[in-house]
């Protein structure tokens, strides 16, 4: 599908005879299966998919497509149908997948250190998993209670601010131990990382199950009032 774009004009001619600002808006051509999906409410992903395929003669990565941008447009939502109840029920859905690869990492940064034999070629795993915990794994975790929406920050922008904010924290924490009994050493350092990143996983859950919750009370008032 392709983009046209638009030029507006805006101000008004200026005495020093400077070309006036302009405002360049983008606007995508309308999505033709949005009828077809917008007469197939109520149903399943995978049905409203196939009755759209079926009906409007094209793939079925077409008619995906299709309904994508009818999410994006803000034609249709997307809702679960069995949604966890209460914040243990988010805590251990899919949901919060995300926070529980974040401690299984851990983990793994953890059995690196000390379970696994340091020898070729487990060292450059040890390398590996160290690395991307320290440079960034913080950070993200940071960005997660920070931005609890998916839609706030655009990819690049999560990963340049998951990688900077990491870079930012661990000095922090090494400054910090370097004034206490415990130094800066692995044991200690390791230790204090682990926590922070758990404790700010936990944060981030507690933070997108409030935006959740909310999110079905907009949708359940909607379908109330509709």
């Avoid at 160290?130 to 839609?151: M, S």
């Amino acid at each position: 599908m392709g983009w046209r774009k638009r030029i507006f004009g805006s101000g008004s001619p200026r005495e020093d005879h400077e070309q006036p600002e302009v405002e360049e808006v983008e606007e995508r051509e309308p999505n033709p299966l949005e009828g077809a999906v917008m007469g197939h409410m109520g149903e399943t992903v995978g049905e409203l998919v196939n009755h759209v395929a079926a009906e409007g003669e094209v793939k079925f990565v077409a008619a995906a497509r299709g309904l994508s941008r009818a999410v994006e447009d803000g034609r249709v939502s997307l809702v679960d149908t069995n949604p966890p109840r209460g914040l243990l029920g988010y805590f251990v859905s899919l949901y919060s997948l995300w926070f529980w690869l974040v401690v299984g990492f851990v983990g793994l940064v953890s059995a690196s250190i000390y379970v696994l034999p340091q020898m070729y070629p487990l060292d450059y795993l040890r390398i590996l998993v160290g690395a991307v915990f320290v440079l960034f794994v913080p950070g993200y975790v940071l960005i997660e209670a920070l931005y609890p929406k998916a839609d706030e920050l655009e990819g690049l922008e999560r990963f340049a601010l998951d990688v900077g904010l990491s870079i930012a924290m661990v000095p922090m924490v090494g400054l910090v131990l370097n004034y206490t009994r415990f130094g800066i050493r692995l044991n200690p350092i390791f230790a204090a990382l682990s926590v922070i990143v758990v404790g700010l996983g936990l944060v981030g859950v507690w933070r997108k199950y409030e935006y959740f919750v909310l999110t079905r009370r907009i949708l359940d008032k909607t379908s109330i009032s509709s």
